[in-house]
C-alpha cells in the first residue's frame, strides 16, 4: 500500500467516503471482467499486451509468459498516440526500468514493451531465439479500436488462429477494450479473455489516499495520480454507454453492446455532479 496526496482542489472534493466507494465501484467495473491466467490449451491460446503506461499489466503478462513450459504466442499491441509520453515517463520513474530510459524515447509502444521484455525478462528472449515464444508486434496502432484490428490482421498474416485470447489491458480501459474486440472478432470462433488487476482507492485517517489491487503489490509511481485516474474513469462511462452519444452499436458503432449497471451509473452520476458543480 502507497500512500499520496491529492493536490487538486476538484479532487480533494470527491475524497469522500461516498466518493470513495463511488469510484471504486466505477472502477471495478471497468477493470472487469478479468480472467485468471492459466496454462491450460496453450497450442492454441494467444495472450496480447495493450500498450499503456500502467506497467504493472506488462509485468504480469511477461511474469506468466516466463512460467509457460509450451510453445506460445504473444502480441505486443501499440504505436504512438496522444498518451505514449506517459509510457516514456513511467519507465523514467521506474526504480529498475530507468535505466533504459534514455533508448525509449520516440519509440511506438509495442516496441518499448519488447525493450522492456528483453533486457529484464531475458528468458523471454531466448524463448523468442529458440522458437519458444512467438512474438507479434503491433506498433502501428494508436486506439483501443485499432488494436483490436491490427492484432487480428497480425494473427491472420501469420496463419495464427487461436482459440482463446487474453487481452492484457490497464484497469480503466479494460471493459471498452474488450468490447472493441468483441465487435473486431464477431464470427471468429475464439474465446476472449480479458485481463487486468482491480486497483481500490482507501481514504486515510490523514486525508490521504492509499492504493491496494488485489493479487498484486502496487507502488505509487506505477499507477495515476488521482486526478487523472478520476478524469480517466469519469470519461469511460458516456462512452460505453450504447446510446447516440456513445461508442456502441445504436451510437458511433465502435465496439460491442455494454450493459452498464444500475449502481456504476448512479455512482458515475454522483461523482460527476461533484466534480462539475466544484469547478
Same mark, same amino acid.
Given at each position: 500500500?502507497?500512500? *499520496? ?18 469510484? /471504486? ?13 492459466? *496454462?491450460?490449451?496453450?497450442?492454441? #491460446? ?15 503478462? *511477461? ?14 499491441? %501499440? %504505436? ?50 529458440? %522458437? @519458444?515464444? #512467438?512474438?507479434? @508486434? ?30 492484457? =489491458?490497464?484497469?480503466?480501459? /479494460? ?9 473486431? *472478432? =464477431? ?19 490523514? %486525508? #490521504? ?8 503489490? &502496487? ?13 480517466? @474513469? ?29 449502481? &456504476?451509473? =448512479? ?13
Amino acid at each position: 500500500m502507497s500512500a *499520496f496526496i491529492a493536490r487538486p482542489t476538484e479532487v480533494h472534493t470527491l475524497l469522500t467516503s461516498r466518493g470513495i466507494e463511488d469510484i /471504486n465501484t466505477v472502477s471495478s467495473f471497468l477493470a472487469s471482467p478479468s480472467h485468471a491466467f492459466d *496454462f491450460s490449451d496453450p497450442a492454441h #491460446t494467444v495472450y496480447v499486451l495493450i500498450g499503456s503506461a500502467i506497467l504493472p499489466t506488462a509485468e504480469a503478462i *511477461f511474469d506468466h509468459v516466463s512460467r509457460c513450459t509450451h510453445p506460445v504466442t504473444l502480441v505486443l499491441a %501499440g %504505436g504512438i498516440g496522444h498518451s505514449t509520453s506517459l509510457l516514456y515517463d513511467a519507465v523514467s520513474r521506474h526504480p529498475r526500468y530507468s535505466s533504459i530510459s534514455h533508448l525509449v524515447k520516440q519509440l511506438p509502444e509495442a516496441q518499448v514493451f519488447k525493450l522492456l521484455m528483453t533486457d529484464f525478462w531475458p528468458d523471454l528472449g531466448k524463448k523468442v531465439d529458440n %522458437g @519458444i515464444l #512467438t512474438l507479434l @508486434i503491433d506498433d502501428r496502432s494508436t486506439n483501443c479500436g485499432a488494436n483490436a484490428i491490427e492484432t487480428k490482421r497480425e494473427l491472420d498474416g501469420h496463419g495464427i488462429k487461436p482459440k482463446r485470447l487474453f487481452i492484457v =489491458q490497464d484497469p480503466t480501459m /479494460n471493459r471498452r477494450t474488450f468490447a472493441t474486440f468483441e465487435k473486431v *472478432f =464477431q464470427g471468429s470462433n475464439v474465446e476472449l479473455l480479458p485481463w487486468s488487476f482491480f486497483p481500490r482507492l482507501s481514504l486515510l485517517h490523514d %486525508g #490521504t489516499v492509499s492504493w491496494e489491487a488485489e493479487d498484486r503489490k &502496487v507502488e505509487n509511481h506505477e499507477l495515476w495520480e488521482p486526478s487523472r485516474f478520476i478524469s480517466l @474513469i469519469l470519461g469511460e462511462i458516456p462512452r460505453l454507454r450504447d446510446d447516440e452519444k456513445g461508442y456502441g452499436p445504436r451510437g458511433a458503432g465502435f465496439i460491442a453492446h455494454v450493459d452498464i449497471p444500475e449502481a &456504476v451509473e =448512479q455512482a458515475w452520476s454522483r461523482l460527476n455532479t461533484v466534480s462539475v458543480s466544484r469547478r
